[in-house]
């Protein structure tokens, strides 16, 4: 299984790298939205498209011309809600689904949107589906691969520790935070910025291992009170993180608007940043999994796993490899905060937002699998975006967690845990 699964990224990898260069090239300069509309084989015009913002202002609106082309420049890159006015509609023309009147769509820098509404039964119903389809599959696998690296360093640490830990999502938000003051505090360019930042957090986390948590184990503390204390510090350090950076959204100096590339025309636009934050992921994700699987720290990492007393008696040296693991999957979630403050702006929260999805997805694939781990993320990744062709992007998360509930009712254990690990 891990050897598929590493030679299924590492193909995806080299795509990734090949797509800013086969990509072409947008040719606006900003963002926008537009569409076609049509009716059978009939162009209808004079039909109003207006775009608001999430505070419901309206940015933007326009009507469809002769050919029935329509398009509406939008302020710069975000969220927004594209909708029809059928009142403007002639009177024998109907929307195919009248519930789909306005449609929500997330937008990148540079992006030119598609976004077409089906009318009647004409052809252009199939051909929107695909779009919209393909677009949130492609969208879903960046956001599976980055929660993936976070869900490995989660998965990791209770499979040799045991541990429950809800403050690894303050790790995420540490790596961001500390990209941040590197690129924008200190001017350093990103990618070297992002380095250190990975190097820093790998430290700081086997620091706290060794300062912290591997005290409370000295100490003999139940998992369950341990548990209960990562809960506390996850707060804590939240309101500090607050404290110090603010409330508000920050971008990091670099990369922060770049036109969406079209790669072959495929039916998705991606930021030439996206494609590579997905390689990054991806390579990570590889190397990570090459370690436990073929290295003798990786051997001694899955026999702490299994039985940290065998393993000690084997001659292991439990807290060592204890103290690695917490180093690595710090790195890692500092490389996910990275990742995702470049998609999504730098927050105080960012790492809580996605804590639930780690653990659905350390769940889903399996408690103490690295490799379910990612599987998991991927699914949980994809299922988020393409839920909200049906339900509203605001309970996306909660449908998959809806999901998480009704698989693991059918296998406990996850899709790669063994029985012997749920108890």
């Not at 940015?59 to 939008?74: F, I, K, M, Q, T």
């Not at 998480?404 to 009712?409: D, F, H, R």
Request: hydrophobic share 50%; glycine share 12%.
């Amino acid at each position: 299984m891990f050897r598929r699964l590493a030679g299924v990224l590492a193909a995806f990898v080299l795509a990734l790298l090949a797509v800013p260069l086969l990509a072409s090239p947008a040719a606006a300069e900003g963002e926008d939205v537009h569409g076609r509309l049509r009716n059978g084989d009939a162009a209808v015009a004079d039909v109003r498209i207006y775009v608001t913002d999430p505070a419901g202002n309206q940015v933007g609106e326009a009507r469809s011309d002769g050919e029935g082309n329509w398009a509406v420049p939008l302020p710069g890159p975000g969220e927004y809600t594209v909708t029809l006015d059928t009142e403007t509609l002639p009177e024998d023309v109907a929307l195919r689904n009248p519930d789909n009147t306005s449609i929500t769509r997330s937008i990148v820098g540079g992006q030119e949107a598609p976004q077409l509404f089906p009318l009647g039964e004409g052809r252009a119903v199939a051909k929107s589906d695909t779009i919209r389809w393909v677009q949130l599959t492609a969208e879903g696998l960046r956001f599976g691969l980055i929660l993936a690296l976070a869900a490995v360093g989660l998965s990791l640490i209770y499979g040799t520790t045991g541990l429950v830990n809800f403050s690894h999502g303050e790790l995420v938000t540490l790596g961001a935070m500390v990209a941040y003051w590197f690129n924008v505090e200190l001017g350093i360019q990103l990618l070297l910025a992002g380095a250190l930042t990975v190097l820093v957090c790998g430290v700081a986390g086997g620091a706290q291992d060794a300062l912290f948590w591997g005290q409370l184990r000295k100490r003999k503390t139940g998992l369950l009170a341990m548990m209960i204390v990562s809960i506390g510090l996850a707060l804590l350090v939240r309101y500090v993180y607050q404290y110090l950076f603010g409330g508000g959204f920050s971008s990091y100096d670099d990369y922060r608007t770049q036109p969406a590339r079209e790669p072959l025309n495929l039916g998705f636009a991606l930021a030439p940043r996206d494609y590579w934050s997905m390689g990054i992921a991806a390579v990570a994700l590889i190397l990570v999994l090459w370690a436990l699987m073929g290295t003798r720290l990786g051997k001694a990492t899955r026999a702490v796993s299994d039985n940290p007393s065998l393993a000690a008696a084997s001659g292991i040296d439990v807290d060592r490899v204890i103290r690695i693991v917490w180093a690595v999957g710090a790195a890692m979630a500092a490389l996910a905060g990275i990742l995702l403050g470049l998609a999504q702006q730098v927050n105080f929260a960012l790492g809580f937002n996605i804590l639930l999805l780690m653990f659905a997805a350390v769940t889903l694939g399996g408690l103490g699998s690295a490799t379910g781990a990612v599987l998991g993320s991927l699914i949980i990744g994809l299922f988020i975006q393409l839920s909200t062709i049906w339900v509203s992007p605001e309970l996306k998360n909660v449908g998959a967690l809806g999901v998480l509930i009704v698989i693991l009712l059918v296998r406990p254990q996850g899709i790669l845990g063994r029985r012997e690990r749920i108890g």
